[in-house]
């Protein structure tokens, strides 16, 4: 089945500055890579999402790349504001017929003022 | 984005009872719903898949007779944790799929 790899675990910056979160995958299957956003205590939220046959997308201070070959994609979030300040998940689902979304373990951001 | 809710928000509970929870997907059918468990400081666990009318599909190691899936409409899908213990006290999550997947704002599970 798949497994999704995240790093970092966890991640500190400057309001301001950039914050790039990784995964990587391991079925060559799976097409569709989303990540969400959760606050504490709240479920998460669909922030981006990018399928197999994209190399990059882009919502306002928000993208997502996809590296197939090497089967690894990134979150890039620009001027980071307190308000990013959350837990990010990455996930990949299955290209099997259960179309199960592997969740990554989570990156805790956290943007200082 | 489209609208899951769940309901209670949070439950407190004496062990050996049995609780049960609502997901309801308030603007559109889903074909899907899936069950979470999210245990703190953790990555969200898949418990079980569930398809409007069938029966749930459970993950390797989770007891479908203790944790019942009821999959009723499109729109509403029950999990009940049944005679509950205090290793059950979790965070649990459900998500509606029609193309995207969305997740309800979880449920706080504490069991006496």
């Known amino acids: 089945g798949e497994n999704v790899e995240q790093h970092p675990s966890t991640l500190s910056v400057q309001e301001g500055d950039s914050a790039v979160i990784k995964c990587t995958y391991s079925d060559s299957a799976s097409n569709y890579f989303p990540w969400y956003k959760q606050e504490l205590g709240k479920g998460p939220q669909l922030i981006i999402d990018?399928?197999?046959?994209?190399g990059e997308k882009k919502d306002q201070r928000i993208a997502v790349t996809l590296n197939k070959t090497a089967k690894h994609f990134s979150l890039h979030i620009t001027e980071t504001q307190p308000e990013d300040s959350a837990v990010y998940f990455c996930a990949a689902r299955e290209g099997s017929n259960t179309g199960k979304l592997i969740f990554g373990q989570g990156t805790t951001l956290q943007v200082k003022p | 984005g489209a609208v899951v809710s769940q309901h209670p928000s949070w439950v407190i509970c004496k062990s050996g009872t049995s609780v049960k929870i609502e997901c309801r997907s308030l603007d559109f059918q889903a074909t899907t719903m899936f069950w979470y468990r999210q245990f703190p400081k953790q990555s969200l666990m898949l418990m079980a898949t569930s398809n409007e009318g069938s029966k749930a599909t459970y993950e390797q190691g989770v007891e479908k007779d203790k944790f019942l899936i009821n999959h009723a409409s499109l729109t509403l899908s029950t999990l009940t944790v049944t005679s509950a213990h205090p290793e059950d006290s979790s965070f649990y999550i459900c998500?509606?799929?029609?193309?995207?997947?969305?997740f309800g704002p979880g449920t706080r599970l504490t069991v006496l």
């Open positions: 990018i399928r197999s046959n994209v």
């Open positions: 998500s509606a799929r029609l193309v995207w997947q969305f």
